[in-house]
Structures are given as structure tokens and as C-alpha cells.
């Protein structure tokens, strides 16, 4: 499986390439949110895993923090132009989680849904082969801003696709957009295809 510390240094990619087109590199990582931020109590925190699973599944915070965590190193591209290159992020996999279910063989989406209602979807195989759930940034606990306790990160995608505030996964069959999806960002939000905005409002 390919993950994304693989993906960030792919070798036919030459250094110095590694700023998609329209975008400017900051050595920041400035916080975009929609909204209000919400409140969490680790207490009564949970992910959520439902639709098209053989059997739901909730996990609290302990239930997570005993999964296998790994670490991903990757750059970060937001649609308003900005990419900040090597962020680490440590967490637990897409693909961790759901083998703690049985998807049902007609789920080829997911909607990440989060605390305060902000959803982003993408296919399946996207997150299975790259999706991770991070606690940590650059070693830390995120901040709360920044998603705390658990966000979403797919780095090969713009960052309104790495959700914060995680809190449920659901399994899909047919496609469907999320909050900015629906909102007039594109449906796939591809950097190096410069994929920003709905193919119709471009032309
Ligand atoms: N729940 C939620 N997740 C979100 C957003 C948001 O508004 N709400 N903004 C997205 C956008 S547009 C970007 S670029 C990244 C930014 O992450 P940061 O605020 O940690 O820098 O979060 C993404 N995840
Ligand atoms: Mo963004």
C-alpha cells in the first residue's frame, strides 16, 4: 500500500517541483476554518465508523489511542494558495480503522463527517491508500484550531479535504459532496491539476 511519506518523494518527481502550479510556499501553518470551532470533551469524544459496514463501530478515545499509530511525512496545499512542505503528522490509518469493520463490497465513497457539521468526501480507495487520522502535528498534539483531538489528513489532495475535528466515517456507494464539495470547490481537489474550483465556473 502506498502511503504518503512514499508519495511525497516519489522519484519521478524532481526536487524543487515540489510546489503545485498557482500555489506559494510559507513556512507557517495558518489556521482556515469555516465557522465556529467546536468544543470537545475527550471524555465524550468518538469516532464513529457507519453506512455500508457490516457492523458499525464506535471508538473512543482510549479504544483509538491503543491502535497501531504510525507517522506520515508529506506537504500540505490549501486552495488559497498556500503549501507548506514537510509536515509530520502521527496518527492512526484510514485503513486501520476499517479493517475493524467488514465494508460492504458496494461502498466506493466515504464522507468524513466532524464535530460542528463540516463534511469532505472522497473515493474509497483514496483513503484507504493514503488517509490517515492524526492526533500529532510536528510531534505535538495538534492545537485545538488545528483539529484537536483528531483530523482527517490526505495530503495528496487540498487541505479542505484533511477534515478537523474528526468524528464519524461513513462508507458510501454512490459519490456525494461534502461541505465545500457542494459549495463550488471541486469534487476531486487535485493540486497538481490544479483542481480548485467546479469545472463549470471555470469557463
Ligand atoms: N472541520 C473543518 N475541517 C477543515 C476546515 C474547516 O473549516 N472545518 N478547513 C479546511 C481547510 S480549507 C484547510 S486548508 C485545512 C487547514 O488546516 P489548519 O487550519 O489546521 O491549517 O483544514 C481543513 N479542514
Ligand atoms: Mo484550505
Redesign the pocket.
Known sequence: MKRPDQIKTAPEKPSGSRVPPGQFLTGK???????NE?KIDIKSWKLRVFGLVGQEKELDWAQFSDLKWETVDAD?H???QWSALDQTWEGVSFAQILSLVQPDPRARFVMVH???G?T?NLPLGLAMGEGLFAHK?MGKP??M???WPL??VVPSR?????????NGIELIADDAPG??ELRGYHNDGDPWKEERFWPELMQ
Open positions: 501553518f495558518p489556521v482556515l476554518t469555516y465557522g467546536p500540505f490549501c486552495v488559497t466532524c464535530y460542528g463540516y469532505t502535528h495538534l492545537g484550531s488545528h483539529g483530523r482527517f487540498y487541505g479542505w479535504k484533511s477534515a478537523k475535528w474528526v461541505f465545500w
